[in-house]
């Protein structure tokens, strides 16, 4: 009968001896007839068989048993670790990041003389009831400082709006495809507001009391001068006709609102 020996990774046998008792296991002799020593035949280890050469791990089966040795992929060939990259190497092959652009690239800057802050410029009175030709500059101004562009895009024409005031947007824009200059915008401003203003207009005034300011803006105005066309759209600021900068639209849209006090 064979006999099988069990371990947790692999099995293997032992070839039986034609004629095996515990002495033969013991490495004793056994008494044959006449007192004669019998041969004690030895217990016989498993062998395991090389797989052929270029296999880095092989098996083969020999009577329906397995056995298992390593080879070296190529004969002869060094073993060659993996070599990690110092910090610095691996922070060069990282991704790139994407360049930051500087502040002063994001954004376009008006001229100071359009800046709206809430109040008048400090270097610029200018009243939309009359022409740009009236407009006074601070003694300490650059007297062409309205000759000037407008932004500092030298963008050849502005988007103005009036909300509540223009019917909606207008242009600025600078002569023979120049940029617009600071004089240019305040020429469009007076342009659009010297116009007929429609009785829609002046329904769409939002309360009673911006209506009745508008008529009072016309009868004091045409008291001083009769106006024939009635009703102009400075009339509807309702007095509040000194220009106090430009200010961009909070929509996001690419448009700037003329602001007054």
């Known amino acids: 009968m064979p006999f099988s020996h069990s371990s947790k990774h692999q099995q293997s046998s032992f070839v039986s001896s034609p004629a095996w008792s515990l002495n033969t296991l013991t490495g004793s002799t056994v008494s044959g007839s006449g007192g004669v020593p019998l041969p004690v035949t030895p217990v016989l280890s498993p062998v395991s068989l090389p797989s052929p050469p270029g296999s880095a791990r092989s098996s083969a089966t020999h009577s329906g048993y ?8 190529t004969p002869g060939a060094p073993h060659i670790g993996t070599v990690p990259l110092p910090p610095l190497l691996q922070h060069q092959y990282s991704l790139p990041t994407p360049p930051v652009s500087p502040e002063r690239s994001r954004y376009a800057v008006l001229s100071e003389l359009l800046v709206y802050t ?46 509540g005031v223009s019917g909606g947007c207008f242009y600025a824009s600078g002569t023979r495809g120049h940029a617009v200059t600071v004089r240019d915008v305040l020429h469009a401003i007076y342009a659009k507001l010297s116009e007929c203003a429609s009785q829609t207009d002046y329904n769409q005034l939002p309360s009673e009391n911006h209506k009745r300011a508008a008529s009072s803006s016309f009868s004091q105005r ?10 102009r759209r400075f009339d509807l600021l309702g007095g509040r006709t000194t220009f106090a900068g430009l200010q961009h639209a909070a929509n996001g849209a690419d448009a700037w609102h003329v602001r007054f006090i």
């Open 66 to 73: 397995a056995y298992t040795s390593h080879f070296p992929s």
């Open 222 to 231: 045409n008291r001083v001068t009769h106006d024939p066309a009635g009703l």
């Open 118 to 163: 809430g109040h008048r410029p400090a270097q610029l009175n200018f009243n939309a009831v009359q022409p740009p030709s009236a407009a006074c500059l601070h003694p300490a101004c650059n007297p062409h400082a309205m000759n000037e562009p407008a932004i500092s895009t030298h963008a050849p024409s502005l988007i103005l709006e009036i909300p």
